[in-house]
């Protein structure tokens, strides 16, 4: 392997999986989160493995300038010889023990190596939650407690790096609000980067920095979530309700009367239903592609709040269906509209065409609920 | 009418087959634990040949595989050699001899739970220890040996009890020495063949006791370790 970087994770896993031919390369900043995105069986969990060591695929894999693996130099470091947390899909406890003996399985581990913790006991019990649980039996905990107590001892083993794999795909909707908090504060109160493996793309788009998007064994797009999610099944024709994009704002004010939030994004004003922040805070909205309409002509009497001009940067027709999608330069960020092709044929909307694309539906993503307290919250 | 004489050979025995199978059962653990583990782990082509040739004792008749443990153990076969380091002319018809013999023949009741147990945990426990840092050898002793107990402790208590109940092994290579060789089931053989009636009974009735405790508590135990996990 030539050069590798000290801000980066760097790797590439060439090799079979079963009837997949995976090749997969990673070249992403050693901070903040990076999803890898995709559907069931393109080889995502394969990637995350093979970058614990826990699967041997050929190629090379660097951590912060850490070789770990490198084939043309014989190098391959066995999983207990990385500095890596892991979280599975299953929280995979280990039943014999407490929470506590649980959460110290790792930690002991890399105090007994002489590794520097970065982590203190207390401060990661605190993040996740746990103080009330130390004692508890982990056949006793709920699926949301189980994967709290699953990250805190991933992190308490001192990770250079953090992979995570789809570790809220088992869990109900309602235990998954629970857990999302706490990822989120440990992305911001934590500088260990994080590989976040999932196919929910409402998840990535609220917790992750950066994407890669795998289809088939091979990354077909990468880069900042904002500016993946807009481009992100452009080429495709089958019904994705769920592609949109994200906008980070910042929050300008609050109308106690109206019970509303008004929030700033490069000097644009979008207004929502009074969000749990406080004025200042940073968040991310995600407005899906259905959720925008496109008008020609600044509309009046209308019922919707958020109205943004912009102009079109690109159309997209889905070939075999009846929609286009449409990104709008709104100044700042851009907007997906999914409108039907007779539609945009009808508004001639075409490159720079100046738009008001009304916004119905916005989901604001981060952080969603309430403000994360104490030392964790210090940004 | 049971003289002292009787007594103190019916207390010999059973503190010799109390003693064999004590020390048979630590053999079995040291040695059955290990390849439970090997057999679980392995992906070795020939494995299961291997499970196959521990596994022999279940089918073979004891007294088949006594006469060939005779043929180890006697004066000519390595067993001999090993007992002239000693200053012995053979294994056979010793105490060693026969605890041999009963680890051999109790191995598949103690390396199969054992196996199983391994089997049951799975690949995921150890990849976790693994990225939680932990050396093979740490973790197999910090994980896999805690999460396998109730298969350890049914290999114990079988292997033990099997132990205790061999008959046709002992018979053939340990013969019948008072204090040496001569466990409970040949006193109770022997007492029958003399029509001895009265202690047959109470040998024969408190083996029987024993074996239904072995067994329940055995149950038992694996209904509350079952529930648990």
């Known amino acids: 392997m030539t050069g590798t970087s000290v801000s980066r994770v760097q790797g590439r896993f060439r090799g079979d999986v079963g009837t997949l031919d995976l090749d997969f390369a990673i070249d992403v900043p050693a901070q903040g989160i990076t999803a890898i995105f995709g559907p069931s069986g393109c080889g995502k969990t394969t990637v995350l493995r093979c970058a614990a060591g826990l699967r041997h695929m050929n190629g090379n894999f660097s951590v912060a300038g850490d070789v770990w693996q490198d084939d043309a130099g014989g190098v391959f470091r066995r999983p207990h010889e990385r500095s890596v947390g892991y979280v599975f899909q299953e929280p995979s406890l280990f039943p014999h023990l407490s929470v506590r003996g649980n959460l110290l399985y790792g930690w002991n581990r890399s105090v007994r190596k002489g590794q520097r913790a970065t982590l203190e006991f207390e401060d990661v019990v605190d993040l996740m939650g746990l103080n009330t649980l130390l004692q508890r039996d982990p056949a006793n905990l709920s699926g949301g407690e189980r994967q709290r107590v699953a990250v805190g001892r991933a992190l308490l083993a001192q990770p250079e790096l953090l992979l995570m794999d789809e570790p809220l795909a088992g869990l109900d909707a309602r235990a998954k609000e629970e857990i999302l908090p706490y990822v989120e504060m440990l992305h911001r109160s934590l500088s260990v980067p994080v590989l976040y493996v999932s196919h929910d793309l409402r998840e990535v788009a609220r917790l992750a920095d950066s994407m890669i998007v795998m289809e088939d064994g091979r990354s077909v797009g990468h880069g900042p979530v904002a500016e993946v999610l807009e481009r992100l099944g452009l080429d495709r024709s089958e019904d994705d309700s769920e592609a949109g994009v994200v906008l980070d704002v910042t929050v300008a004010s609050h109308d106690d009367e109206l019970h509303l939030t008004r929030l700033d994004h490069h000097g644009k004003q979008i207004v929502v239903p009074r969000a749990a922040l406080q004025v200042g805070d940073v968040a991310r909205l995600r407005v899906r592609a259905r959720d925008v309409a496109l008008a020609t002509k600044k509309p009046a009497l209308l019922s919707f709040r958020n109205v943004l001009r912009g102009r079109v940067v690109e159309t997209v027709e889905h070939r075999r269906s009846a929609f286009a999608d449409v990104l709008v330069d709104v100044g700042g960020g851009r907007l997906r509209a999914r409108i039907t092709r007779d539609a945009m044929n009808e508004l001639d909307l075409g490159r720079g065409r100046l738009v008001y694309a009304l916004v119905k539906g916005i989901s604001l993503d981060r952080p969603a609920v309430g403000r994360p307290s104490g030392r964790a919250g210090a940004t | ?229």
């Open chain 2, 1 to 229: 009418m049971t003289s002292v004489a009787d007594a103190a050979s019916l207390w010999s025995a059973i503190w010799l087959t109390l003693e064999l199978a004590a020390c048979s059962t630590a053999i079995l653990l040291l040695v059955g634990t290990p390849l439970g583990w090997w057999l679980c782990r392995t992906r070795v082509w020939w494995k299961e040949v291997a499970a196959s040739i521990v596994a022999l004792p279940l089918v073979m008749p004891p007294t088949v595989l006594g006469f060939y443990l005779l043929l180890f153990l006697g004066r000519d076969g390595p067993g001999g050699w090993f007992a002239g380091l000693a200053g012995a002319r053979t294994l056979a018809f010793s105490f060693e001899g026969i605890v041999l013999g009963s680890v051999i023949y109790s191995l598949p009741f103690v390396v199969q739970p054992i196996r199983n147990a391994f089997e049951a945990m799975g690949d995921r426990p150890l990849e976790v220890a693994a990225t939680l840092g932990a050396r093979p050898w740490d973790s197999f002793w910090s994980v896999a040996v805690p999460l396998a107990r109730p298969g350890l402790v049914t290999a114990t208590v079988l292997g033990f009890a099997h132990t205790i109940g061999e008959f046709g092994v002992v018979l053939m290579i340990g013969g019948n020495i008072p204090g040496e060789t001569k466990v409970l089931s040949i006193a109770v053989y022997e007492l029958v063949e003399t029509l001895q009636w009265r202690q047959a009974h109470w040998l024969s009735g408190g083996m029987l006791a024993f074996s239904f405790a072995v067994i329940l508590s055995m149950l038992l135990l694996q209904k509350r370790t079952g529930r648990r996990a």
